[in-house]
């Protein structure tokens, strides 16, 4: 245990993923090193997250403005919809490059030991969407990207129960080849765009 500020520091930083109490000593220690402007920058960041990060009321990714950049796209086909569990996955899929639709982001996949459930992502939203056909553009394809674990292939089950129902539609899913147990962030682009062109239909 160190003194006053520092330790505080430590105490917060370790809160962070995957620091851990170690990898939270070191980054805090090395705060101390910096120049103040480095810190002060740190500081307005994280500000900034804190007051003017907003999520697409569309999609639910991460945007500056009412609508994410994708949704706000045109260009981008609004017949196809990714549905991902987290914004770190949309960016994980564009990476690829192999996607020209649009997403839809749940914001986690079910894991009811865990208290989540259906109402706790954004799976309404996602119905609601394909039932409103005002934009005059009919939902042709969903991928289901979540991730190649035991809560994402609970979610993609559930979600194709759904969306049986819908006329036309059909839900796909990413092929195998995802390490499994993984996280959809951490797969190579090379392998995420495979699995991406190589997807399957569930329903
Ligand atoms: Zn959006």
Redesign the pocket.
């Known amino acids: 245990m160190y003194e006053g500020p520092i330790q505080d520091l430590i105490d917060e930083l370790a809160k962070l993923p995957g620091l851990g109490p170690k990898g939270a000593q070191r980054i805090a220690f090395h705060l101390l090193s910096v120049e103040n402007k480095e810190i002060d920058r740190l500081i307005s960041a994280l500000g900034h997250v804190r007051d003017d990060v907003t999520f697409?009321v569309?999609?639910?990714?991460v945007?500056a403005n009412k609508?994410?950049r994708?949704?706000?796209d045109a260009r981008r086909d609004a017949t196809k919809i990714c549905v991902v569990e987290e914004p770190k996955d949309v960016q994980a899929i564009e990476r690829t490059k192999e996607f020209t639709g649009?997403?839809h982001v749940l914001g986690g996949a079910l894991d009811p030991l865990n208290g989540v459930g259906p109402d706790q992502l954004r799976i309404r939203e996602l119905l609601r969407r394909l039932a409103d056909q005002d934009d005059g553009v009919d939902v042709s394809e969903i991928i289901v990207a979540t991730d190649p674990n035991t809560e994402g292939e609970a979610t993609a089950t559930y979600l194709v129960r759904m969306l049986r129902d819908f006329p036309g539609l059909s839900v796909t899913r990413l092929a195998s080849g995802l390490p499994m147990g993984g996280d959809l962030e951490f797969a190579d682009e090379l392998t995420l765009g495979r699995a991406l062109s190589g997807r399957r239909v569930l329903s």
């Open positions: 697409c569309e999609c639910g990714n945007a609508l994410c994708i949704c706000a649009r997403y």
